[in-house]
T-cell receptor
Framework: AQRVTQPEKLLSVFKGAPVELKCNYS??????LFWYVQYSRQRLQLLLR??SRESIKGFTADLNKGETSFHLKKPFAQEEDSAMYYC??????????FGGGTRLMVKP | GAGVSQSPSNKVTEKGKDVELRCDPI?????LYWYRQSLGQGLEFLIY????????KSGLPSDRFSAERTGGSVSTLTIQRTQQEDSAVYLC??????????????FGEGSWLTVV
């Protein structure tokens, strides 16, 4: 069975500090990992996916198959980054399994 | 349409009543999903439709929950005899489907259900 774990429910950092949101997964196949973000009063939206190897809004995430992790990182957090972040795994049937989410609060 | 559309956006119902939540996916998307987001909880998968295949109902929490997708487009999630623990945001999402890597899944704004 596939599972996505986000160990931190809440992460609070000061503006300009580095941030890392942790995500670990278990899946027997070749995983496709995503990070979704939900800003206050907005719909859930895709932030980035591992196959694109892109940086979105300064965020990056590297798939580490050895550690079965897909941590989300940003070197300098901004107040507008405050949101709910969900890590998700896509199985071969195109169904997303989500982690429990981490609320990021960036303090001024 | 421009995005996934859900209605109603908010619904307050009395315990024991039935409710229907509607989802209109992005035009051309063959895959449609329902998720539930409860306060303090993560996103819980409910049901998944892919084209004309039998839906994956493995996430439905009880037989009070059912969903249909008519004509491969609009979907309705029905909750019978609602209970207070059904209170949550019900999210619909759609994608091009097909299980191909890189398919982006787009979410609606959700239907906030409150059972009193």
């Amino acid at each position: 069975a596939q599972r996505v774990t986000q160990p931190e429910k809440l992460l609070s950092v000061f503006k300009g500090a580095p941030v890392e949101l942790k995500c670990n997964y278990s899946y027997s196949g070749s995983p496709e990992l995503f990070w979704y973000v939900q800003y206050s009063r907005q719909r859930l939206q895709l932030l980035l996916r591992h196959i694109s190897r892109e940086s979105i809004k300064g965020f990056t995430a590297d798939l580490n198959k050895g550690e079965t992790s897909f941590h989300l990182k940003k070197p300098f957090a901004q107040e507008e980054d405050s949101a709910m972040y969900y890590c998700a795994l896509n199985n071969a049937g195109n169904m997303l399994t989500f982690g429990g989410g981490t609320r990021l609060m960036v303090k001024p | 349409g421009a995005g996934v559309s859900q209605s109603p956006s908010n619904k307050v119902t009395e315990k024991g009543k039935d409710v229907e939540l509607r989802c209109d996916p992005i035009s051309g998307h063959t895959a449609l999903y329902w998720y539930r987001q409860s306060l303090g909880q993560g996103l819980e998968f409910l049901i998944y439709f892919q084209g004309n295949s039998a839906p994956d109902k493995s996430g439905l929490p009880s037989d009070r929950f059912s969903a249909e997708r008519t004509g491969g487009s609009v979907s309705t999630l029905t909750i019978q005899r609602t209970q207070q623990e059904d209170s949550a945001v019900y999210l619909c999402a759609s994608s091009r489907g097909g299980g191909r890597p890189g398919n982006t899944i787009y979410f609606g704004e959700g239907s906030w259900l409150t059972v009193v």
